[in-house]
């Protein structure tokens, strides 16, 4: 079996995210234990603002298929499965909130109607917040 390892060493801004999402999309056509064309990508984003506007462009990431963490600095590193599964459609769509603290995620999410298998990603801070990726509407 053959592993494949793709990793990118640009930054990407708020700006340049749909661009740089249609250029990639379009450069990688690898094989993978995925579904061909699908793949998994490492890609680091200057902040929320940047890697949400990433998401949100066509096709959008379905659930599961995000693993994003949102560092104390602002960035956000982001492994992802390209292209998508199962592209969400509207009105469905990625969104960003930090939290005070695990509870306060905890029963936001929990709330009707609840965030469903893969349609969060949360990261656990050693400040106490919760910075939490997840699709609405749920």
């Not at 056509?29 to 490492?42: A, G, K, T, V, Y």
């Amino acid at each position: 079996m053959t592993t494949t390892t793709i990793e990118r060493e640009e930054l990407i801004t708020q700006e340049n995210a749909a661009e740089a999402k249609r250029r990639i999309h379009s450069e990688l056509r690898i094989q993978s234990p995925l579904h061909p064309p699908q793949h998994w990508l490492s890609i680091n984003f200057a902040n929320t603002d940047a890697a949400l506007a990433w998401l949100n462009t066509n096709p959008v990431q379905s659930a599961g298929e995000v693993a994003a963490t949102a560092r104390n600095d602002g960035s956000v590193s982001m492994l992802t499965i390209m292209p998508p599964t199962s592209p969400l459609q509207s009105p469905q769509r990625w969104f960003y909130r930090d939290f005070a603290s695990p509870n306060d995620a905890v029963f936001y999410l929990n709330e009707a109607p609840a965030q469903s298998d893969g349609e969060v990603s949360a990261t656990l801070r050693n400040n106490g917040h919760v910075g939490v990726f997840y699709i609405a509407p749920a």
